[in-house]
């Protein structure tokens, strides 16, 4: 059985060690920090991931995007058959382990974050529902059922948890609504635009006949939306410092 294509041949390009190694230790990280972990651990996997996924973005548009905007297109795809692997999925664990992370830890923060479930809430379908919405958009998928299902239970879980809460509603620190707005058009671009794209550039890749210039095309859009990113996770950590600092 071919495993051209799939998810297990996308971690054979990665290499199986780095693919299993990157998902594994994210999900057991934020399974630690998110039950047994001290408060201070617990930060110390929030920060830590936001670190590693803020740098890489700001590197990959900084550094590494000029660079690869001096090669030929040729160049430039095979660059990308070689990194997109590896960042499919080391990029969404990062991302998932300072999301989830930083939203447990607020939680978990006693007084901190009032109010919190109803703005969660919101924040949930502000932050899935577009996102699938682009992913059916780049896949041209709104007519596949598969899509269709996901879609639809994403809409009504959403849909759902606000209904729940909405009669709680009342405000919150005006910080946790920038931070949560925020982080909603990082998951967003982040699994609604860059992770198809390396999806797309991965089934390019797997293609009998790779579109070279394509690959290259979704490789500096990536690249160029890495840095865009990189802004909003910036503005994230000035919040976060806020939060610590700015006597709440």
């Known amino acids: 059985m071919s495993i051209r294509g799939t998810v297990r041949g996308l ?123 682009l992913v059916g958009w780049q896949f041209d998928a709104f007519r596949d059922w598969r899509w269709q299902a996901w879609f639809g239970v994403v809409l009504l879980g959403s849909l759902a948890y606000l209904a729940a809460t909405l009669p709680d509603f009342a405000w919150t620190e005006p910080v946790f609504v920038v931070a949560l707005a925020i982080v909603a058009v990082l998951n967003v671009l982040g699994f609604g635009v860059l992770m198809p794209g390396e999806v797309r550039m991965y089934k390019q890749m797997t293609s009998e006949n790779p579109d070279t210039q394509l690959i290259a095309d979704i490789g500096m859009r990536n690249a160029k939306l890495g840095g865009v990113q990189g802004a909003f996770q910036l503005a994230v950590v000035a919040t976060m410092v806020y939060i610590r600092w700015g006597g709440f």
């Open 11 to 133: 971690a054979e390009r990665a290499n199986p060690a780095f693919a299993v190694g990157v998902v594994g230790a994210s999900l057991l990280a934020l399974v630690y920090a998110s039950t047994v972990a001290n408060t201070i651990h617990h930060t110390y996997v929030h920060v830590l991931a936001g670190v590693l996924w803020t740098g890489i973005d700001v590197f990959i548009a900084v550094v590494l995007g000029p660079v690869l905007g001096g090669l030929d297109v040729e160049q430039r795809a095979d660059v990308f058959r070689r990194l997109t692997p590896k960042t499919s999925f080391l990029l969404p664990s990062l991302a998932t382990v300072t999301i989830a992370g930083g939203i447990t830890l607020a939680l978990r923060l006693p007084g901190l974050f009032s109010h919190a479930h109803v703005w969660l809430a919101i924040f949930t379908f502000v932050a899935l529902v577009p996102t699938l919405l």
